[in-house]
């Protein structure tokens, strides 16, 4: 997606009080009607520092009443912010990260479609769904619960959904396991590993290119369950490519992140850790 093309779908996003406070803390004349009229120098403008101090303070921590202010902007200027951290930087403080990957992260965050990428990801489990589906059993159908955080439950409905509606599905899953993998890890092992029968996420993969070669999940250990999102976000996602009725411009993130899918998570690693936790207080 060209710079033209992410504008406008920031633009989509950001309410008017965001491009107002944008225009403003960037210092841009004409206010949120002229980002409106040209939306594709609002990448830019995330770009500013002083936007990100405006919205998150010097010290990572909210330094404003926020309330007016969509997530989506947040998200934007914590990855914005994160891109010209590590574009700078040998290895980070916090978390600790080897240059190497900080060479990585910082490649992966060039692309203005794949910043954008992380920003709509982080904000579309600002508020979590879920609800019911069926699901063959030995014992017949049977009505089970969901939430989309729930990845062998996920994984389940694949079977249940027609065709045309399975690119949809692996590209939800692509997004749990890497929000789960990047942000909340720990989660990750205790509620999808630990102690879960995860069979369903093992029959998404079936005909997969590349065989898992690690061990399986289901350890106390971190790494081997993080190691295994990665493996199956990458392939839920280059599915959902592969499969896509129509290859949409705004879909061709896809493969890009299904490539860069251990950078993107190491990405949400130290965004999560240095700004949003920070903020939270957590």
Do not use: C, K
Not at 242 to 249: F, G, I, K, M, Q
Request: avoid cysteine.
């Amino acid at each position: 997606m060209d710079a033209a093309y992410v504008g406008d779908i920031y633009a989509e996003h950001l309410t008017e009080a965001d491009l107002q406070l944008l225009a403003e803390a960037a210092g841009h004349q004409g206010g949120a009607a002229e980002l409106r009229r040209d939306p594709a120098i609002i990448p830019d403008l995330l770009d500013h520092p002083r936007v990100f101090t405006v919205l998150f303070g010097r010290s990572g921590s909210a330094s404003r009443d926020l309330t007016a202010i969509s997530p989506f902007l947040l998200f934007a200027a914590a990855v914005h912010r994160a891109a010209a951290e590590l574009a700078v930087r040998g290895a980070v403080p916090y978390p600790r990260v080897p240059a190497a990957d900080v060479r990585q992260m910082s490649g992966f965050l060039e692309s203005p479609s794949r910043r954008l990428f992380l920003a709509e990801l982080l904000s579309s489990f600002v508020r979590v769904t879920g609800g019911r589906y069926w699901v063959r059993t030995e014992e017949g159908e049977r009505l089970r619960e969901l939430t989309e955080l729930d990845l062998p439950r996920l994984a389940e409905i694949l079977d249940a959904v027609p065709e045309t509606d399975r690119p949809g599905v692996l590209r939800r899953l692509g997004d749990v396991a890497l929000f789960l993998a990047g942000v909340l890890p720990g989660y990750a092992i205790r509620h999808v590993f630990g102690g879960v029968d995860a069979t369903a996420l093992w029959f998404t993969v079936r005909g997969a290119a590349e065989p898992w070669a690690g061990e399986p999940a289901g350890t106390a250990a971190e790494e081997p369950a993080v190691e295994m999102l990665e493996y199956l976000g990458s392939h839920w996602y280059r599915r959902a490519w592969e499969l896509a009725p129509v290859r949409s411009a705004r879909l061709a993130v896809l493969p890009e992140v299904a490539e860069g899918f251990r950078p993107a998570r190491r990405v949400l690693n130290y965004v999560a850790g240095r700004y949003l936790f920070a903020a939270s207080g957590r």
